[in-house]
C-alpha cells in the first residue's frame, strides 16, 4: 500500500483550535516524550502536540505502537489545573469519553469504551492512549498528558491484531484536523467535568463503557474472572467472580468477551 495520506494542515489545525497552545511535528519518538519538554517550556493548559509519525511510540504494558505516517492521529493532550495530586487517576475516564464522544459527534454512533480507556467500534479497538503525570519538587501535580492514538486510514496490521482494530475512515469521511478538533474540544470538557463534578464525569463513563455489564478475564498485573459490574470512584473495576468475591481492578490487562475477539 503506497503512503498517500493527506498531510496535517497545520493553517487548518490552528483555524480549528483557535488560542490554543498547539505544536505540530513532522516526526517524533513519542508524542509523550515531547510533550514533557513542551510542558516544560511552558505549554498552557488544553496544549496539544500531534505528530505526523512516531519513531517509538509506545503502548500499554510496554508494547510498541506504531501506523504509517498520516495514517494515524497520533498527539498528547496537556491538562495543567490545580488539581490534588491524588485525584490525578479522575482524569483518565475523562480522557476516554472525551474521545469517544468525539467520535460519536462526528457520526461513529456505536462508539464506546473498553475499561480504562481504550475506544472500540463494533468489537474492535479504534483508539488506544497512555495517561502520564508529573509531579513538580513540592510534590503538587505538576501536570497530567493523555498520548493518543486514533487509527484512521487502514493500514496493513500484524496478523494478530487484525481482527481487533478498525479504522474512523471505515465509517466516516475522515478528515484528519477536524476529527482532532472534535475530540479535543469534548476532552476540554470532559476534563473540566471531572474536575469540576466527579461524579457526574463518572455516570457518563458507565454510560458508555461497553465492559459493565459482561464476562471479564483480568491478566497481567491482576488477576480475575467474573461479571463486570462497576466502576468505583477510584476508576476501578469491580468484578464480581464465580466465588462471589467483589475484586477491584486498578490495572489489568481485561479480555472483555464479545470485544476484540474474546469469545
Ligand atoms: C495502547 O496500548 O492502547 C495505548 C496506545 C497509546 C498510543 C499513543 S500514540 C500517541 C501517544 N504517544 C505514544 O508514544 N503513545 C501514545
Known amino acids: 500500500m503506497t503512503n498517500s495520506y493527506a498531510p496535517l494542515r497545520e493553517d487548518r489545525l490552528r483555524r480549528l483550535l483557535p488560542g490554543r497552545d498547539l505544536l505540530r511535528l513532522e516526526e517524533v519518538n513519542s508524542t509523550l ?4 519538554r513542551f510542558a516544560a517550556a511552558g505549554a498552557r493548559d488544553g496544549a496539544v502536540l500531534v505528530a505526523e509519525c ?18 494515524g492521529l497520533t498527539f498528547s493532550y496537556l491538562v495543567r489545573r490545580s488539581l490534588p495530586a491524588a485525584h490525578a487517576a479522575r482524569l483518565a475516564p475523562a480522557f476516554a469519553l472525551g474521545v469517544c464522544e468525539g467520535l460519536r459527534d462526528l457520526g461513529i454512533g456505536q462508539a464506546g469504551v473498553k475499561w480504562p ?9 479504534i483508539c ?9 519538587p513540592a510534590g503538587g501535580l505538576a501536570f497530567v498528558q493523555a498520548g493518543i492514538g486514533i487509527n484512521v486510514h487502514p493500514f496493513p496490521l ?8 478498525c479504522f474512523a475512515a ?5 478528515n484528519r484536523e477536524e476529527l482532532l478538533a472534535a475530540v479535543v474540544g469534548r476532552l ?6 471531572a474536575c469540576e463534578d466527579f461524579p457526574a464525569l463518572l455516570d457518563r463513563y458507565r454510560q458508555r463503557c461497553l465492559t459493565l455489564g459482561r464476562q471479564v478475564r483480568a491478566s497481567g498485573g491482576q488477576c480475575a474472572e467474573g461479571l463486570a459490574v462497576d466502576v468505583n470512584g477510584e476508576g476501578e473495576l469491580l468484578v464480581k467472580t464465580v466465588e462471589g468475591e467483589l475484586v477491584a481492578l ?5 479480555s472483555v468477551r464479545g470485544l476484540l475477539g474474546y469469545v
Not at 512516531?54 to 495514517?71: C, D, I, V, Y
Not at 480507556?117 to 479497538?125: A, E, H, L, T, Y
Not at 500484524?158 to 482494530?165: D, G
Open 128 to 136: 488506544g492512549m497512555l495517561c502520564e503525570m508529573e509531579l513538580d
Open 54 to 71: 512516531q519513531t517509538a511510540g509506545r503502548g500499554r504494558l510496554g508494547r510498541a505502537w506504531s501506523a504509517p505516517k498520516g495514517a
Open 158 to 165: 500484524p496478523e494478530e491484531l487484525r481482527e481487533k482494530a
Open 188 to 193: 476540554d470538557r470532559f476534563v473540566s467535568l
Open 250 to 254: 486498578r490495572t489489568a490487562d481485561v
Open 33 to 36: 516524550t515531547q510533550m514533557k
Open 117 to 125: 480507556n481504550d475506544v472500540v467500534v463494533d468489537g474492535r479497538k
Open 170 to 174: 471505515s465509517y466516516i469521511r475522515a
